[in-house]
């Protein structure tokens, strides 16, 4: 009887914040194979940064093949046949392989995602909880400062901020700051356009929640205790505002990939390496040749991942919220 007891208790036993958010996550079959495609695309992502991509982006597979269709295998000049994984998605204009292309893409996207959302989620959930803790003419300073930022179209505030870290890089090239985006391919101009610009939307939200929060018992236990106003912030109120970003992370990711597609379309942001933005670039004028797969490989990327972490940003948020605590 003792023995029953202990695992009904057991199984009554309430689970945390965290499995539970996971087990809503893994019990849909839509949101668990969104994750398997982000954690596949990530899993590629990092293998790219092998040092033996840096020569299959640049290495014509066949001179002659200039354009060549996609195919399963590749025929040598003595007439054998053999498996190519590198002919899979055909060749480029220049005979280099579309697939290593897509795959290196897939690194330029993963850094301008982890890069960016670090940036601008450092900005916004800073300036959204001392907003929304302290009140008074902090709020009012930082409301005006993310009212006028967000007054002007995104788009055109990207494109602007990349102008002006590509002139700087320009005009400054014994500095910091244009040596490493040489070296990187103008990957810091497309993390710094987008990371300075897009921190409005979280910081609306923190400020919001925290203005919720900051008159909750524990907040109020924790000033009773005698304990100061920067470890209030970031032991007790940051975390309960942490599920905001996580969704912002995985909703943010998506108008970053898309944006340094427009970027490379306008001739900013990535110019050496081949992001999927460039790619597309690069193949707008050989479409009317009938050459489509690069185009297409490079959309279909974008696509996929586009999908998969719209899916896993709704499925995050469903999860993470914490009205559906306890909610089966």
């Known amino acids: ?194 990371g300075l610009t897009d921190w409005v939307g979280l910081c609306r939200l923190i400020r919001g929640e925290v203005i919720k929060l900051r008159d909750q018992d524990f907040v109020v236990a924790a000033r009773a205790l005698g304990l100061g106003s920067p470890r209030i912030l970031f032991r007790h109120i940051l975390p309960n505002t942490f599920h905001i970003v996580v969704i912002t992370f995985s909703l943010s990711s998506v108008a970053y990939v898309q944006a340094e597609t427009v970027l490379a379309f306008l001739g900013l942001g990535i110019t050496t390496k081949p992001s999927w933005g460039r790619m597309i670039d690069d193949s707008k004028l050989e479409l009317l040749r009938g050459v489509w797969w690069e185009f297409a490989a490079a959309s279909v990327a974008i696509l996929i991942v586009s999908l998969a972490l719209n899916t896993l940003g709704d499925a995050l948020r469903d999860a993470l919220d914490p009205k559906l605590h306890g909610v089966k």
């Open 1 to 194: 009887m003792t023995e029953i007891d202990d695992n009904s208790r057991a199984d009554a036993a309430p689970q945390s914040i965290g499995r539970q958010a996971w087990s809503r996550l893994v019990g849909s079959r839509l949101s668990l194979t969104s994750l398997i495609v982000v954690g596949c695309y990530v899993a590629v992502g990092i293998v790219s940064f092998a040092p033996f991509m840096e020569g299959k982006i640049e290495e014509p597979i066949s001179a002659d093949k200039t354009f060549a269709p996609p195919a399963f295998f590749q025929t040598s000049p003595d007439g054998t046949r053999s498996i190519s994984p590198a002919c899979w998605l055909g060749l480029d204009f220049e005979g280099r392989s579309v697939l290593w292309r897509v795959a290196y893409g897939t690194r330029i996207a993963l850094l301008i995602m982890i890069c960016t959302c670090a940036i601008s989620i450092s900005i916004g959930a800073v300036l959204g909880l001392l907003a929304g803790f302290f009140g008074g003419w902090v709020d009012d300073l930082i409301t005006w400062l993310y009212s006028t930022v967000s007054s002007i179209p995104w788009l055109l505030l990207v494109i602007a901020m990349a102008y002006v870290i590509q002139n700087l890089q320009t005009v400054n090239s014994g500095s910091v700051l244009a040596s490493v985006g040489a070296k990187l391919g103008g990957l810091p101009t497309v993390v710094l356009a987008l």
